[in-house]
T-cell receptor
């Protein structure tokens, strides 16, 4: 009974390169959320996706960041032309549905630690 | 706006000591409240939750009571173990977008043998 799977666990990129982070939700889950965690801080919401749809990307930086959740395959968080400030842990979570009061907890993956040289 | 405030860490305790990690919140209405735990190098795991006022969430010896009078959801454990060493996050869903979890900044717990 696999949980939320993220890969890679660690990713090192040089400034200006692209970073692709992948997330496979738990079986039966169709809602995916991406969060970013800066050192010594809590997680900050980035984007919420359902299959083939971006529902809310209000937490995403306007430039260089994009996310998708195709009909087949994992959700992808893509960061173009990375900069030092993109260094963080990126977590994916999934849920089977969103309750009216947020009652349905989200299940988190182990995260991708992105380091920018 | 909605927010969560946690006590700053690190909290360092000896094994079998009593643990309290304070969490207070500001929110419209009465949202569900969660405690998540993050072990080193891992993602967040849901530790416990409470969905309405006066509810007590409990799991693995940890407890937290939803107190609307004091807008608090403090995490407690009567006797901590070395394996409890982790970062603990208090969280709640934003009212207008309940899928957006708002996290506190986390409290690191270190339990010494």
């Amino acid at each position: 009974n696999a949980g939320v799977m993220q890969n890679p666990r660690h990713l090192v990129r040089r400034r200006g390169q692209e970073a692709r982070l992948r997330c496979s939700p738990m079986k039966g889950h169709s809602h995916v959320y991406w969060y970013r965690q800066l050192p010594e801080e809590g997680l900050k919401f980035m984007v919420y996706l359902q299959k083939e749809n971006i529902i809310d990307e209000s937490g995403m930086p306007k430039e260089r960041f994009s996310a998708e959740f195709p009909k087949e395959g994992p959700s992808i968080l893509r960061i173009q032309q990375v900069v030092r400030g993109d260094s963080a842990a990126y977590f994916c979570a999934s849920s089977p549905f969103t309750g009216p009061d947020g009652n349905q907890p989200q299940h988190f993956g182990d995260g991708t630690r992105l380091s920018i040289l | 706006g909605d927010s969560v405030t946690q006590m700053e860490g690190p909290v360092t305790l000896s094994e079998e000591a009593f643990l309290t990690i304070n969490c207070t919140y500001t929110a419209t209405g009465y949202p569900s409240l969660f405690w998540y735990v993050q072990y080193p190098g891992e993602g967040l795991q849901l530790l416990l939750k409470a969905t309405k006022a006066d509810d007590k969430g409990s799991n693995k010896g940890f407890e937290a009571t939803y107190r609307k009078e004091t807008t608090s959801f403090h995490l407690e454990k009567g006797s901590v173990q070395v394996s409890d060493s982790a970062v603990y996050f208090c969280a709640l869903p934003r009212k207008e977008s309940s899928y957006k979890l708002i996290f506190g900044s986390g409290t690191r717990l270190l339990v010494r043998p």
